[in-house]
């Protein structure tokens, strides 16, 4: 085994514990808002996956397909959870602005 070998399975290890951990954790969770912070993490997990096949393939087009699906995760990631936390809000209390008597403290000066 090279070291280039080592370096892909150790990427690629790391990579795909952290999904298996991001995915346990959404599994785990009982309430939504819980459940979207496993989400970076496994952007986390794709790309050090993406890195993977980097150091694998070289620059090729398969390292060029696997470095846009990284992309697309890492910019859709944050919109998504964003969308899905706001859903939430509006199925659970039909407006997504705060109401009187929320979570929401007001320190007086």
Known sequence: MSG?????????????SIELVACLG???MHDVYDRL????????GAL???AAVWVREGPSMI????TLLGAFLLIASPALAHGTARAARLSERGDWRAQVGDEIEVEEP
């Open 37 to 44: 912070h496993y989400v970076a993490p496994s952007v986390l």
């Open 63 to 66: 390292s060029l397909k696997a």
């Open 26 to 28: 959404v599994a785990a």
């Open 48 to 50: 050090l996956i993406v």
């Open 4 to 16: 280039r070998d080592a370096m892909v399975f150790g990427l690629l290890g790391l990579g795909v």
